[in-house]
């Protein structure tokens, strides 16, 4: 199965930038790969998704600040963070959707107002 470790989280000021990085143990390459976070005393929620056609959604509250992109010769895919707001604190997950969803441990965010 593969093991998934994201990388790239910690401290900044509102509006600045954090670029995450998650480092796959196997090949990604046709594999739908998304970032997800979860807040304290929220949900886990999806944040941006990757298909291994191309295609990128994201959710309504991260449109326009992050981008997901992902370079399979690398195993990675990454979620760069720009113009952070206090509410995008969170631990950030990786996944990686195959026969079910294999998950990183998680990295956290947390951005100062």
């Known amino acids: 199965q593969v093991q998934l470790e994201e990388s790239g989280g910690g401290l900044v000021q509102a509006g600045g930038s954090l670029r995450l990085s998650c480092v796959a143990s196997?090949?990604?390459?046709?594999?739908?790969m998304a970032w997800y976070r979860q807040a304290p005393g929220k949900m886990r929620e999806l944040v941006a998704i990757?298909?291994?056609?191309?295609?990128?959604r994201y959710a309504d509250s991260v449109k326009g600040r992050f981008t997901i992109s992902r370079d399979n010769a690398k195993k990675s895919v990454y979620l760069q963070m720009n113009r952070l707001k206090p509410e995008d604190t969170a631990v950030y997950y990786c996944?990686?959707?195959?026969?079910?969803?294999?998950w990183g441990q998680g990295t956290h965010v947390t951005v100062s107002s």
């Open positions: 196997e090949s990604i390459r046709s594999n739908v």
């Open positions: 990757d298909t291994s056609a191309g295609s990128t």
């Open positions: 996944n990686c959707m195959r026969d079910r969803g294999y």
